[in-house]
C-alpha cells in the first residue's frame, strides 16, 4: 500500500490503472481480517475517474490512501466490524421461542470452526476449554481440557479440532473430551459408550454445544502488547 500514497496512484486513464494492484493489496492486507470487506470502485468526477475504495461494512467510499487509513483504524468502523462478527441471538428480533439449547443457531461464519460445531448433529460439550491462535495466516485451535493428556490436540486445523471434540473412541489412557468433560466438571466417569452417549446428549439440551465465537489467544496478547512469533502487538 505505499505507492498508494500518492495521488497519482489514483488516476485511471484509458490505457492503464491500478485497480487490480490495489484490490489485490486490500485482500492480503485487509480483507483477510475478520469481517473486513474493500473492494475498488471507479468514481467519475469533474476532473475524471479515480480509483475509490468501498468499504462494505460501513457502506462508505474512501478516495485516497489518507481517507481510507483513517477510516480502517477509527472507531466507527471497528465497532461496525465487531457488530458484524458478534453472534447474534435469532430470539431479539422476534417472539421468544423455548428451545433446548443444542439446537443449531445459524448465526456463526459460514466455514468456521464454531459453524462447524453448531450444525454438527452430533453432541458436543466443553467448547469454552478451546482457543484459537493465528499463526502465519492459519486459524489454529488448541484444547485446554485434553492438551496435558493427548499433545495431538495442540494447535490443530478446525476439521480436527471437530473430530477430537465429538471423538466417542478411547485412546490407551486418553479418554474421549466429552467424557473427559463430564469427569472434570461432575466427578462423573463411564468406559461404556453407549451410556456416555445418552449422558452427554442430556446434558447438551442444558448447557448446548456452543452460544459464542471461540477465544481468540492472538487478541488477549495483542491488547497486553506480547510479541507472538516474532509479530509485536502493541497496547
Known amino acids: 500500500m505505499e ?26 492486507l485487509y480483507n483477510t481480517i475478520p469481517g473486513n470487506k474493500y473492494v475498488v470502485n471507479y468514481q467519475d468526477n469533474q476532473n475524471g475517474t479515480r480509483l475509490s475504495i468501498h468499504c462494505k461494512v460501513c457502506t462508505k467510499d474512501l478516495t485516497s490512501y489518507d481517507p481510507f487509513n483513517t477510516h480502517e483504524n477509527g472507531k466507527t468502523h471497528k465497532k461496525c466490524r465487531q457488530q458484524l462478527l458478534t453472534p447474534k441471538d435469532p430470539n431479539l428480533r422476534r417472539q421468544l421461542v423455548r428451545r433446548h439449547l443444542n439446537e443449531p443457531r445459524g448465526i456463526f461464519l459460514e466455514g468456521s470452526l ?22 502465519h495466516g492459519k486459524n489454529l485451535f488448541t484444547c485446554q481440557l485434553c492438551q496435558r493428556d493427548n499433545d495431538s490436540v495442540k494447535r490443530i486445523r478446525s476439521s480436527e479440532m471437530l473430530s477430537h471434540l465429538t471423538s466417542k473412541e478411547y485412546h490407551g489412557k486418553c479418554m474421549p473430551h466429552n467424557a473427559k468433560y463430564l469427569k472434570v466438571k461432575f466427578g462423573y ?23 459464542a465465537n471461540i477465544a481468540d489467544f492472538n487478541q488477549s496478547l495483542a491488547q497486553t502488547g506480547v510479541v507472538v512469533l516474532g509479530v509485536a502487538h502493541a497496547v
Open 3 to 28: 505507492e498508494a500514497r500518492s495521488k497519482d496512484f489514483w488516476i485511471v486513464d484509458y490505457a492503464f490503472d491500478n485497480c487490480r494492484t490495489l484490490q489485490a493489496a486490500l485482500d492480503v
Open 114 to 135: 464454531e459453524n462447524m460445531i453448531d450444525s454438527t448433529e452430533l453432541n458436543v460439550l466443553g467448547v469454552q476449554f478451546v482457543y484459537k491462535e493465528v499463526i
Open 189 to 211: 466417569y463411564k468406559s461404556s459408550v453407549d451410556i456416555l452417549e445418552e449422558i452427554v446428549e442430556d446434558i447438551a439440551k442444558y448447557e448446548g454445544k456452543i452460544h
